[in-house]
């Protein structure tokens, strides 16, 4: 608050919750207080430094009973919580996967917050499924993927808050389809036959939890190997799903990852439809991270293969894309299935549009009711930076990770271990494991930079994941150096 503001008394402070002119005045003084803070990132340490509590301990016991003015929530702001940030949008943030932003998308989110709508149905807020269906067939097209998921033909797109979210509602989709269970009162298994499902040893956490929130059960997930490079072993899988089946099992969802958590390794998608679809099993691609860099013609083709033979597709514009989180898209190539699991309809939802069919409730595509208008973000990203900035993002960023392997692959203390994906490195010192667990503790510990590590091909690596939207040439040529300077010699 400035000088100029009015007393407490006379401003409003402990007035209506809903207060135009207020909010005018505290908005600009937020996004204000935002913009700094991303001025000051590059000069704070990446990792948070408090110990375990020390936020909580210097916070009040209570919540306060009479209003507080902005400016005092504003100083806790800086005292408390930004020294338990990590920063994610710090431009040296090379951990775990990206999690990017843009001026446009977080404008996006905050509309989104001033419009206050709740799209559970298409006549709960037209414009919110709508916008939704048009921008993901948007999406669609700029990403190379096939007219299946088109929301013109018998699939199409939803927004989901996770790619965890994505993967439960494939696996949800694909028992209904092997099952019929919402008009098939005997259970989760069809004549008594255990259903079983598949991924990669390394596919995301995310595909286990939902075969255990799907009540398929954790151990109805089998872990098939991958080759060097983090790829699925199509023989092997098949070997397992003809095992299952010969045993009286029903093999009916598999998960392909397209750019795996650890190493960014890409399954063979194409062979893995093959072998999926001989024992009608769903087949879902979790294409989280690397989907995004699909909108460039000359990643599109690795990253796309075998898309026209998924049930259903998925990647995060909240990784790569410049959209904030949450955003996941999500495409199936027949939402029958999606919606005979998911669609409720007590009789205080219904209404004449849904009754005509003509709509789409997004509701019937997710498992809460409720849900925001991610829409608005994702859209406003696309028109404000446009396809080509976007484009110019990924490919600066897979660029720099070229380089950057370059110089790894030049000093004789270090090696690549499995080739780079995209925009993401995994390197480890010669030394061996203990030598680059310390290295990277080292780094870390110097507030410089962030990395994260992954067990690769049994070995200990160092991962540098570039994708910040703040990230510079300059600073992985920074992390570079503070490495080998922290390298023993
Ligand atoms: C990040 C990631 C996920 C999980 O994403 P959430 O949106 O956080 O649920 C799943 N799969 C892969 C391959 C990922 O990279």
């Not at 020294?83 to 989110?109: D, K, R």
């Not at 989180?325 to 029958?336: K, N, Y």
């Not at 789409?360 to 994702?378: E, M």
Request: overall charge negative; some cysteine; proline content about 6%.
């Amino acid at each position: 608050m400035s000088d100029g503001d009015p007393p407490l008394e006379s401003g409003g402070h402990a007035g209506p919750p809903f207060d135009p002119e207020r909010f005018r005045r505290e908005g600009r003084e937020v996004v204000d207080w935002i913009a700094s803070y991303w001025e000051s990132l590059a000069s704070r340490p990446v990792r948070s430094q408090v110990a375990p509590g020390w936020v909580r301990s210097e916070l009040p016991p209570h919540a306060p009973e009479d209003p507080e003015p902005l400016t005092a929530v504003v100083a806790d702001l800086d005292r408390v919580v930004v020294p338990g940030l990590t920063h994610w949008q710090h431009p040296s943030f090379f951990a775990y996967f990206p999690a990017s932003a843009s001026s446009p998308s977080i404008l996006g989110e905050l509309l989104v917050a001033g419009l206050g709508v709740q799209g559970m149905l298409w006549a709960t807020s037209p414009a919110c499924t709508e916008l939704e269906t048009h921008v993901l067939d948007w999406l669609r097209v700029l990403l190379g993927l096939p007219e299946r998921f088109a929301s013109g033909s018998a699939g199409g797109g939803v927004i989901q808050d996770s790619a965890s979210s994505g993967v439960l509602c494939a696996i949800v989709a694909a028992r209904e389809r092997a099952t019929s269970l919402r008009t098939n009162s005997t259970g989760l298994c069809q004549n008594g036959q255990p259903l079983v499902a598949y991924a990669s040893a390394d596919a995301h956490s995310s595909v286990e939890k939902a075969a255990g929130i799907a009540g398929i059960g954790r151990a109805w997930l089998r872990r098939i190997p991958v080759d060097d490079w983090g790829r699925m072993d199509a023989a092997a899988l098949s070997a397992a799903m003809d095992q299952d089946a010969a045993a009286g099992r029903r093999p009916f969802f598999v998960v392909a990852t397209v750019g795996t958590t650890a190493a960014g390794g890409i399954d063979p998608v194409p062979g893995v439809a093959a072998i999926a679809s001989r024992h009608s099993a769903w087949l879902h691609v979790d294409a989280a991270w690397a989907g995004a860099a699909a909108i460039c013609p000359e990643f599109r083709a690795a990253l796309v293969a075998g898309a026209d033979r998924a049930d259903s597709w998925g990647f995060n514009p909240h990784k790569w894309l410049l959209v904030n989180f949450d955003c996941h898209a999500l495409w199936v190539a027949d939402r029958a299935a999606l919606v005979s699991a998911l669609s409720m309809k007590p009789d205080y939802l219904r209404n004449e549009a849904s009754d005509g069919g003509a709509v789409i409730d997004y509701s019937d595509w997710q498992v809460p009711l409720g849900r925001r208008f991610r829409a608005l973000k994702l859209w406003m990203t696309l028109r404000m930076l446009g396809a080509g900035a976007l484009r110019t993002h990924i490919r600066s960023h897979v660029d720099w990770a070229r380089e950057f392997a370059g110089w790894v692959a030049a000093d004789p203390r270090f090696e690549v271990v499995v080739e780079p994906s995209l925009a993401l490195v995994c390197f480890a010192l010669r030394a061996g494991d203990d030598a680059s667990r310390r290295l990277l503790d080292r780094v870390n510990a110097s507030g410089r930079c962030f990395l994260s590590h992954a067990r690769v091909n049994g070995r200990f690596a160092l991962r540098l994941a570039i994708g910040g939207a703040t990230t510079t040439r300059s600073d992985v040529v920074a992390v570079w150096q503070l490495l080998t300077d922290s390298a023993p010699p």
